[in-house]
């Protein structure tokens, strides 16, 4: 079965710093992989994805994400955060074993402070 | 090019009503889901339609819900009668059909649903 995990309920960060935000995988073939961004009183809005190639996936609003497969992981980063941000962000998988659905985390909420 | 539209926005109903939530895909996306989200928990899909077929309704959680696509445009999920387990923001999505590339699922702004 798939599954998401996104480890911390809330990420903290000050603007201008480096923003990380986690999100590791299971799946039985391979994987995947999106992000989506919920701002206030908004859907989800695409961020961006992995299908296969280079590790480094970048996206809409300067969000990249790694993947890497031996950690089954793919974390979103910005080098820079902007108070905009602030958000509530999933981290969602599929594989290529047929049915289209995606799995999702819980979510994490994304904080940044001026 | 508008986006997945969903109506009603939000609904407020009594335990034992009947809702019926609409969703408007992109035009031209032939697949639509459905998903839902419980107070702080994970996104859980609910099924797909690829034009007017169910192609998976594994996350149905029980006949109290009915989804359509008549046409293969606007879809609809009708809860009835609705349980107080039922609340929550319903998404809907849609994306293109294509055997060459995955595809990008695209989100509507949800309806968000309460049951007293």
């Known amino acids: 079965a798939q599954s998401v995990a996104q480890p911390e309920d809330q990420v903290n960060v000050a603007e201008g710093n480096p923003l990380t935000v986690k999100c590791t995988y299971s799946?039985?073939?391979?994987?995947?992989l999106f992000w989506y961004v919920q701002y206030p009183n908004r859907g989800l809005q695409f961020l961006l994805k992995y299908i296969t190639g280079d590790n480094l996936v970048k996206g809409s609003y300067g969000f990249e994400a790694e993947f890497n497969k031996s950690q089954t992981s793919f974390h979103l980063k910005k080098p820079s955060a902007l108070v905009s941000d602030s958000a509530l962000y999933f981290c969602?998988?599929?594989?290529?074993?047929?049915?289209?659905?995606?799995?999702f985390g819980t979510g994490t909420r994304l904080l940044v402070s001026p | 090019e508008a986006g997945v539209t969903q109506f009603p926005s939000h609904s407020v109903i009594e335990k034992g009503q009947t809702v019926t939530l609409r969703c408007d895909p992109i035009?031209?996306?032939?697949?639509l889901y459905w998903y839902r989200r419980v107070m702080g928990k994970e996104i859980k899909f609910l099924l797909h339609?690829?034009?007017?077929?169910?192609?998976?309704e594994s996350g149905m959680p029980n006949n109290r819900f009915l989804a359509e696509r008549t046409g293969g445009t606007y879809s609809t999920l009708k809860v009835q009668p609705a349980e107080l387990e039922d609340s929550g923001v319903y998404f809907c999505?849609?994306?293109?059909?294509?055997?060459?590339?995955?595809?990008?699922?695209?989100f509507g702004p949800g309806t968000r649903l309460l049951v007293l």
């Open positions: 969602a998988v599929r594989d290529d074993t047929g049915f289209q659905k995606l799995v």
């Open positions: 999505a849609s994306s293109q059909v294509s055997s060459t590339i995955v595809e990008t699922q695209y």
């Open positions: 799946v039985s073939g391979n994987p995947y």
């Open positions: 339609f690829v034009k007017e077929s169910k192609q998976d």
């Open positions: 035009s031209g996306h032939d697949n």
